[in-house]
């Protein structure tokens, strides 16, 4: 397995005590596919997708379980090791384009020194892999628009700018945190199709963080569906957008608006608010927003946490039977 | 670029023509009448307008600063004394030398005392800084903390004559602050000032530790530099070349006015290490009602704050690229 | 003699600038802590000076060496200011005169006969001057050999130009006393200076070398008045007005090497000066250094700290600050650089006769003033003494003290006497409204003289002023003060440059303060100044002092501040010249 992340738990500790940011989770990815992390915020995606990359203050934060990534753990791997596969085997993008790029230095410059950083090549290589890089993500005048500062791009040019740095060292793997989100409908369709159009030519894994599943829906092939630090439910784009089967993915396409549903139907978002992670409910951590928390019989929910299961395939972490499931399902 | 060049410029004539006027006018509103130092035992009446004609301080005040402006484009000829030649001060009322050699002399002073206690202090304040961001909360930062609460607490004329009296006349360590000059004699010229120089910086550097660790702090948690990590920079570079960049803005806004202050002169230093720069002679201008010399310090204070403004204003833009001088 | 009053305006400024510098005549912060009786009264085993003209023979050179003398070498004074004037028509202050001693030389001058003991000598002439005519006419001859720093000799026809260009426009500092005995009162007016051609004929040169003086009146002590530094001696052919005073040419045994101004001179030997024409100067280092901008606390400090770069360096007038005065005066180790002398200004709490009208009220206050309470204040009797006369010790020659009012006796002052005289006045309850300088110091004795007053049932009412326009607001005739502080400084050691003055022409801003404008004593007065004998006249003089306060009583004596100085251990020869104030250069010598 490409990316095998096996019971990852991150735990921060803070004045007000320790925040499970993360819990037990599991996940896989594979060569040349990509893989949707979707949930709420504050349900662990980019906690995730940091401990992935070590990029966690280790004095503020306790991570266990196990992060392989081309057979090699990474959780526990030295600092330097860390610092030279970043920005090279894995790359990551973030949801601002505008903040996360440095407004000090210019486009082509930072693109730049992550090819140098990793290849070791001169300042001039470097700097027409750059051009080159801004190029392939669809930037005309790459020559010139390498001087610029990122103030002087638009938002959805700053974003291919910074896919063009993460991509420039070929990856394996690119973790895309929300890389749409801060964009506009029309540019956020380019940036999607930008991404797939690059991994067609590269196999790069990606790992896809959103909230959104109008996004996963049209760029990932599997996906994983957070709540509270935990996974809930994992499986392909098929089955996870169309056969639905925990309360809260059901609550989380409820909410969202699509063209195949008519425009009369109310849109039912999740009731409540998600948990403090200071404090998760006991139990299955959904219970108290969920509809269905009887079903199951008494005090179930509220016992023991749920299992993702079945282990491989289409799984989900809830006690409702398929029956049930295929019941209550809207 | 120009255009900022050449906007500033004039501003920067025109404060300083305003600061002069303010300080001419203000100057003769004084009680004290620098005719009376200059006259004779007896002073009557007669003799004292005779040395207010000697003085050109007969003349309207409008007019005298005129001709004191004037004189400074122009030269002036003084009966009696001789032609000033342009840029030309005045003429001490005090001592009669003309003004203009007499702050060329102290300006090298004050320009040594300045700038090597700013390299120590800038450079030991960023440091202690970035470290203390570093370390946020571990015991280096809490030492750095107390460090430069008591620095910023504490006066030159406290520590500067606690140091003079341990380290040069009791413990004999050092020579007695002196200024050599640094064309003459650079050993002479560093030891010499070695001590004002650490004594003015322990009392800056506080400043600078606090500010750049609290910029740096924030700075750190800033996206481009988590974007820096995530490329794999070393973390040398994250901090230097991201972190830091971010911070140097509030450190170069106040470095640039600390500086253009101890240019107009270190008066509480050059008095405490009996060092002979403009702080000294403004003092000794205004205690002796000597209006051409105070003039030319006020000048040099000005002129050092304006023209220090000027140069983080444009240093704005060389380090943040988003800035544009107008 | 300095003007005291210039010295104070400069010194009292100079306070501002962060130190604690004090007038010298004023009152100095006390040091923390005084002791009263830790050492021995400073003033008590002094003496003060012995001044008398000598002959002839007195006038040769070369001078009298102090014990130990050792010719060559380099030394450094340490000061704060520079001097402002050497041109020596623009000299009065002591600092700059004393400077003067290097570089100029004039008719008559003081030669140090042994400590405490000097003699008025001919310095350029070949004795102190032949007086005749009544003291109307005097004769000055000129030794052979002196010379200007360019080899030319010394003429008569150079004494002349010196008194004749300081009639012109461009002079206003330096003394006035010659040219009005030449002329009149309004000495300008009479005569406008040599530069348009016209000479003063009161000045005769009947040959190169002899030079006559025709005053209007007899001046008896004229050759005390030529040995003042503003009559040295400016050379006819080289004077460049204004100029002069940047660039003056040098009679004396230095020239300047270098000046960098409120920074630094450098004076090296004038081949031309001949120690055997010069009873007065020793002039033994062979390079001299002044380094300003020291303020007196690190003067001080470097010179009880004697590091190896400051042992050959003295200061000429940084008086050892409040602050370390006790542990100057403390450390025995000090002892033999230390040097220390009594202030010769008058200072005085003058009465505002206009409005203090009672003279049994004035002396009350006499009898009431706190002396010993404000001697602690000021750091007690090692920083202050407690004069009793008008004139000076220092420079008063026959001075004979007296002590009207008890002041030596009882010098927290006697209540009793002075409710005595309350009760014979016109009014027993009487307020008297008292003007100082607000400075710390001040307050305090401010304090020590309201609570004495009002022991003895006068009511005090104070006003404080601002340092910068206390004098002119005290010399207002017009002002609305009973008592305020003031003080003068003889010109030379006789009453004739202090009683006239203090006590005469009473207008806006003159040194009349009391505002005494007796006749009869205008009479006196100009009757003592021109009796033909000095020692008589000086004798006259003491009388008038003790007869004025006994019959008017026109102020009260004030606390009389004690300098102390120290020079590094390898300075020879360091004294305070009691007349001067100041460590003379005549005697300094650096041991190698």
């Not at chain 1, 973790?175 to 380019?190: F, G, K, N, S, Y």
Request: hydrophobic share 40%; aromatic share 8%.
């Amino acid at each position: 397995m490409f990316l095998h992340v096996n019971d990852l738990t991150v735990d921060f500790a803070t004045e007000d005590g320790v925040v499970h940011a993360v819990d037990e989770l599991s996940f896989e990815v594979e060569r040349g596919s990509t893989l949707g992390v979707v949930g709420e915020s504050g349900s662990g995606k980019s906690v995730t997708s940091l401990a992935v990359l070590g990029l966690h203050d280790p004095r503020t934060s306790t991570i266990s379980g196990s992060v392989l990534f081309e057979g090699k753990e990474l959780l526990g791997a030295p600092r330097t090791a860390m610092e030279r596969l970043r920005g090279d085997r894995i790359a990551m993008i973030f949801q601002d384009p505008l903040t996360s790029l440095s407004p000090y230095h210019t486009v082509g410059a930072q693109i730049a020194e992550v090819y140098r950083r990793h290849r070791g090549t001169s300042r001039s290589a470097a700097w027409e892999r750059a051009i080159q890089m801004l190029d392939r993500v669809g930037i005309p005048q790459p020559k010139a628009r390498a001087e610029d500062y990122p103030h002087q791009f638009s938002g959805g040019m700053r974003q291919r700018a910074t896919i063009a740095m993460a991509l420039v060292c070929d990856p394996g793997l690119l973790i895309a945190d929300e890389p749409t989100t801060a964009l506009d409908v029309t540019v956020q369709a380019q940036i999607l199709d930008l991404l797939r159009e690059l991994q067609e030519q590269s196999g790069t894994a990606i790992i896809l963080i959103t909230h959104d599943l109008g996004v996963v829906a049209t760029a990932a092939h599997d996906v994983l569906v957070m709540y509270a630090g935990r996974a809930v439910e994992r499986g392909t784009v098929r089955e996870v957008l169309h056969e639905p089967r925990h309360p809260y993915t059901w609550g989380l396409l409820g909410s969202m608006p699509t063209l195949r549903r008519p425009v009369t139907e109310e849109l039912r978002p999740v009731r409540g608010a998600p948990p403090s992670l200071l404090n998760v409910p006991k139990g299955c951590p959904f219970h108290p927003r969920c509809d269905f928390v009887e079903l199951p019989g008494p005090r179930v929910c509220t016992g023991e946490r749920p299992e993702l299961s079945p282990p491989r395939g289409h799984g989900d972490a809830c006690y409702l039977t398929m029956k049930q499931k295929r019941e209550v399902a809207p | 670029m120009l255009r900022f060049a050449v906007r500033r410029t004039i501003a920067t004539a025109i404060t300083l023509v305003t600061i002069s006027a303010v300080t001419f006018f203000l100057f003769f509103a004084l009680p004290s009448d620098p005719a009376l130092l200059a006259c004779g035992k007896v002073c009557p009446p007669e003799l004292l307008a005779l040395v207010r004609r000697n003085l050109g301080l007969d003349q309207p005040v409008m007019a005298q600063f005129v001709a004191w402006l004037a004189g400074i484009f122009a030269g002036r000829d003084y009966p009696g004394l001789g032609y000033c030649p342009a840029p030309c001060l005045g003429y001490s009322f005090v001592n009669r030398a003309p003004v203009f050699e007499t702050i060329m002399d102290r300006l090298p002073v004050t320009l040594s005392l300045t700038i090597g206690a700013a390299v120590i202090f800038l450079t030991f304040g960023v440091a202690t800084g970035i470290l203390a961001a570093l370390r946020q909360g571990r015991p280096l930062d809490k030492v750095a903390s107390v460090a430069s609460l008591v620095g910023a607490s504490v006066q030159i004329y406290f520590v500067g004559t606690l140091a003079l009296y341990f380290l040069v006349y009791q413990g004999k360590l050092l020579p007695s602050p002196s200024y050599v000059p640094l064309t003459e004699n650079p050993l002479g010229w560093a030891t010499g000032l070695l001590l004002p120089w650490v004594v003015l910086a322990i009392i800056f550097t506080a400043n600078y530790t606090r500010m750049t660790r609290s910029t740096m702090v924030e700075n750190l948690s800033e996206d481009y530099v988590r974007t820096a990590r995530a490329k794999g920079m070393p973390a040398r570079t994250v901090i230097l070349r991201f972190a830091l960049r971010g911070t140097l803005i509030p450190i170069v806004t106040i470095f640039g006015v600390d500086l253009g202050t101890l240019i107009g002169g270190a008066i509480i230093t050059e008095t405490t290490f009996g060092l002979q720069g403009i702080g000294r002679l403004s003092v000794r201008a205004v205690t002796y009602s000597d209006l051409p010399t105070l003039m030319a310090t006020v000048l040099v204070a000005a002129g050092a704050i304006v023209v220090m403004n000027a140069v983080v204003d444009a240093l704005y833009a060389v380090i943040d690229p988003r800035v544009r001088l107008t | 003699m300095p003007s005291v009053r210039t010295v104070i305006a400069v010194l009292a400024a100079g306070a501002l600038a962060l130190t604690g510098a004090c007038a010298p005549a004023n009152q100095g912060a006390p040091p923390q802590g005084t002791s009263p009786q830790a050492t021995p009264s400073a003033a008590a085993s002094y003496s003060p000076p012995k001044i008398s003209v000598g002959t002839a023979e007195d006038s040769r050179g070369p001078a009298i060496a102090p014990d130990g003398v050792v010719k060559g070498g380099t030394v450094t004074m340490i000061d704060r200011d520079d001097f402002s004037h050497l041109d020596p028509a623009q000299i009065y202050v002591n600092t700059e005169a004393n400077f003067a001693l290097l570089l100029h030389r004039g008719l008559t001058g003081y030669k140090r006969v042994a400590k405490g003991e000097y003699k008025l000598v001919g310095d350029l002439a070949t004795d102190a001057g032949t007086a005749s005519d009544g003291g109307r006419t005097w004769t000055f001859t000129l030794k052979d050999g002196v010379k200007w720093q360019d080899g030319t000799p010394i003429t008569s026809a150079d004494v002349k130009w010196t008194i004749e260009r300081m009639f012109a426009p461009f002079i206003t500092q330096g003394p006035t006393y010659i040219q009005q005995w030449l002329t009149q009162e309004d000495h300008r007016a009479a005569y406008e200076g040599p530069y348009g051609g016209k000479e003063l004929d009161a000045i005769e040169t009947p040959d190169d070398k002899t030079v006559v003086f025709r005053f209007k009146a007899p001046h008896a002590d004229a050759n005390y008045a030529f040995a003042m530094a503003g009559y040295n001696i400016v050379p006819k052919a080289k004077d460049t007005k204004e100029q002069y005073d940047k660039q003056p040419v040098s009679s004396g045994p230095y020239i300047i090497k270098s000046h960098v101004v409120d920074k630094s001179y450098q004076l090296e030997r004038n081949p031309q000066w001949d120690a055997a024409t010069d009873p007065i100067r020793g002039a033994y280092p062979d390079v001299w250094k002044l380094e300003f901008g020291q303020e007196a606390l690190q003067i001080t400090d470097r010179l009880v700290a004697d590091a190896v770069a400051d042992q050959q360096a003295f200061t000429f007038y940084a008086l050892t600050p409040p602050e370390r005065l006790q542990q100057v005066l403390s450390d025995q180790s000090l002892a033999p650089r230390r040097m220390i002398s009594p202030s010769p200004y008058g200072n005085y709490y003058y009465f505002n006769l206009d409005r203090v009208k009672d003279i049994k009220i004035r002396q009350a206050v006499n009898h009431a003033w706190p002396g010993r309470q404000i001697q602690q204040i000021m750091g007690g009797p090692q920083a202050a003494a407690l004069p009793t006369t008008i004139l000076n010790e220092n420079t008063t020659i026959g001075y004979e003290s007296y002590d009207l009012f008890g002041k030596a006796a009882k010098p927290d002052g006697d209540i009793e006497k002075a409710k005595q005289l309350l009760a014979e006045s016109s009014d027993p309850t009487p307020t008297i409204v008292y003007a100082y300088n607000q400075t710390p110091v001040q307050e305090r004795v401010t304090v020590a003289i309201k609570n004495a007053l009002e022991k003895a049932g006068i009511t005090v009412v104070t006003k404080p002023m601002d340092r910068k326009t206390y004098y002119d607001s005290i010399g207002l005739v017009d002002n609305a003060f009973d008592l305020y502080w003031g003080g003068w400084g003889a010109d030379w050691a006789s009453g004739s440059t202090v009683l006239p003055v203090i006590f005469g022409p009473v207008a806006d801003g003159a040194p009349n303060y009391s505002h005494l404008n007796d006749p009869a004593l205008k009479a006196e007065m100009k009757k003592i100044a021109e009796m033909p004998d000095f020692d008589e006249q000086n004798a006259a003089w003491m009388r008038l002092d003790r007869k004025i306060q006994e019959t008017i009583t026109p102020l009260v004596v004030a606390e009389n501040r004690i300098a102390t100085m120290l020079h590094g251990s390898k300075v020879g020869g360091a004294e305070i010249d009691p007349q001067q104030w100041i460590v003379s250069p005549n005697t300094i010598f650096v041991k190698p």
